[in-house]
């Protein structure tokens, strides 16, 4: 794992897969956003950056986000969340990430059969670190459990799922498109200068993703395309600000609420 400080209480953690945890330290206590795969061992990483006590939170509960939660105690999501982290989270879906990633199910027999803890009811509200704060924010989307959090003291958004350059809502458990834009855009309300997000690297400024939502909001050029995984689900890509897209589920969508 990759430690990389980018403020002064935030620090992001990216996995053996690229995936990006993101630790938010106080002078009193710590969050762990996300978990990423789990194929790494996260206690030496966390007991190397804090010697606080750390509370994990799961923007959502997909296996790139969830499965390291195994390496801990207690978690804490929306309970929307619960459904998909039992579906995500199952002995099938470790079996296959151990062989997309090229890796021998018998060195991670650990993998297969650690037991995952309960989810503990993530509510919204801010939560107190000391110095720093970190309020949590249900914003039903990439899935409908989803949570973003923002760290007023830093000016950071954490996006979770709900923001990448590349941004998934094909899935079966996301919500539409116009819901989902509805739900992102409240979150321009908090006066926020940058974003993390869980699948590139670095700080990204606001106007990223405000150019992201505005593609939405505008006429964009879009195609469908069958989706490999999913033969029964109509994708639609759409293109917005250069190298940014959203791929979508089509026969979800109300297209006249998208200018809203």
């Not at 720093?132 to 000016?155: L, N």
């Not at 006066?191 to 939405?216: D, K």
């Amino acid at each position: 794992m990759i430690a990389a400080k980018l403020t002064e209480h935030i620090t992001v953690i990216t996995d053996l897969l690229g995936v990006n945890l993101t630790l938010i330290t106080g002078d009193e206590k710590a969050v762990l956003v996300d978990t990423g795969y789990g194929l790494d061992q996260i206690a030496p990483v966390l007991t190397g950056l804090t010697d606080l006590p750390v509370q994990v939170i799961l923007t959502h509960a997909h296996h790139d986000h969830s499965l390291g939660a195994m390496q801990f105690e207690s978690v804490w999501a929306f309970p929307e969340e619960g459904p998909v982290y039992a579906q995500y989270t199952c002995r099938e879906r470790r079996m296959k990430i151990l062989r997309n990633a090229g890796l021998s199910p018998d060195a991670y027999a650990w993998y297969l059969d650690r037991p995952m803890p309960a989810l503990h009811l993530l509510e919204e509200g801010s939560i107190d670190l000391g110095d720093v704060h970190v309020d949590v924010m249900h914003v039903p989307g990439h899935t409908p459990g989803s949570a973003m959090m923002y760290i007023p003291e830093d000016g950071v958004l954490v996006s979770g799922d709900n923001w990448n350059p590349e941004t998934w809502l094909f899935f079966p458990e996301a919500l539409p498109l116009h819901v989902y834009k509805r739900n992102v855009m409240r979150v321009l309300e908090r006066p926020f200068g940058s974003v993390i997000c869980s699948h590139r690297q670095g700080l990204f400024e606001r106007t990223r993703l405000e150019r992201f939502l505005a593609g939405i909001r505008a006429t964009a050029p879009w195609q469908l395309s069958p989706f490999a995984d999913l033969p029964d689900i109509r994708r639609g890509m759409m293109t917005l600000d250069g190298d940014q897209v959203i791929a979508f589920d089509v026969d979800k969508c109300d297209f006249e609420q998208l200018d809203i």
